[in-house]
């Protein structure tokens, strides 16, 4: 009985027509698909203008938009087809788009930061760092001391910047201390310029004259020139004083540097030698 070998020329010949008809509807799906896809690129592709109600966030699939944008991951753009979390910033925008710093808040330094051991029974204030308008401390009697491991409520523990032995004393603490003062030319026979510690400014002696009236309320703040009482020098500007009740009268700047420790911060001592100087 003989096989006939015909039929599997035919059944191939069937198979490559399908393939071949398959083929050409890929062909034309993907056709269709890159005609819709450059159809939708060259809708996209006209630049957007940013408006006020979007503050210029826009998002474009143009290739030559999308180089002017940055991702980022802190912030979020709903685009969950594309499986991507992305927040797109125009780098081409006008300055005053653009989130500009406080110059009075970037210039003002912060105080140094002790990273050293810390007793948890001492605090520091947050009322510390802060600085007026001259750039000089701005210090605000606090209503509650601050807590430490002495359990000291004295005047300096309400000060801001009252420390411990794990928040020692340190350069640069009182910010800004260095503006209670200012410079005193003095001229004459030969000339030369004060020592700034007996110089404090008008708003030194009066952080001066706040701390002595803690302990002699009737206090005020006096002047005196150097050189005023005659002789061959004479100084430009005044040297402030606190003039206590008793008559008695203490320099402003030098009252100052002796508190603050030349600014370093307010010990328990501090206030001890205060009311040593007022009872001398």
Do not use: C
């Amino acid at each position: 009985m003989l096989v006939s070998t015909r039929r599997a020329p035919v059944q191939g010949i069937a198979n490559e027509a399908r393939a071949a008809t398959v083929s050409r509807t890929n062909r034309n799906s993907l056709q269709s698909f890159a005609s819709r896809f450059s159809a939708a690129v060259a809708s996209t592709s006209a630049p957007k203008t940013a408006t006020s109600a979007n503050l210029g966030l826009e998002r474009s699939n143009s290739a030559s938009s999308r180089k002017q944008f940055l991702s980022s991951a802190g912030g979020h753009r709903g685009d969950d087809q594309a499986g991507r979390n992305l927040l797109e910033i125009p780098m081409d925008q006008p300055p005053a788009v653009a989130p500009t710093a406080n110059p009075a808040t970037a210039a003002t330094p912060k105080p140094p930061v002790y990273d050293g051991p810390q007793d948890l029974r001492d605090r520091i204030s947050d009322a510390a760092g802060k600085v007026t308008a001259t750039g000089a401390p701005s210090v605000v009697r606090l209503q509650i001391p601050v807590a430490n491991q002495w359990g000291y409520t004295g005047e300096a523990a309400h000060n801001p910047y009252f420390i411990t032995p794990s928040n020692p004393l340190r350069d640069g603490l009182v910010t800004g201390f260095s503006n209670w003062f200012e410079a005193n030319h003095i001229s004459g026979l030969t000339t030369g310029e004060m020592n700034t510690n007996y110089s404090a400014t008008q708003e030194g002696a009066q952080e001066a004259l706040r701390l002595v009236r803690q302990y002699d309320p009737g206090a005020a703040v006096g002047n005196s020139r150097f050189g005023s009482g005659g002789g061959p020098w004479l100084a430009d500007n005044d040297t402030r004083e606190i003039t206590l009740s008793n008559g008695s009268r203490l320099n402003a700047g030098l009252l100052l540097r002796s508190y603050y420790n030349q600014g370093q911060g307010v010990t328990a001592r501090s206030d001890q030698m205060l009311q040593q100087s007022i009872a001398a």
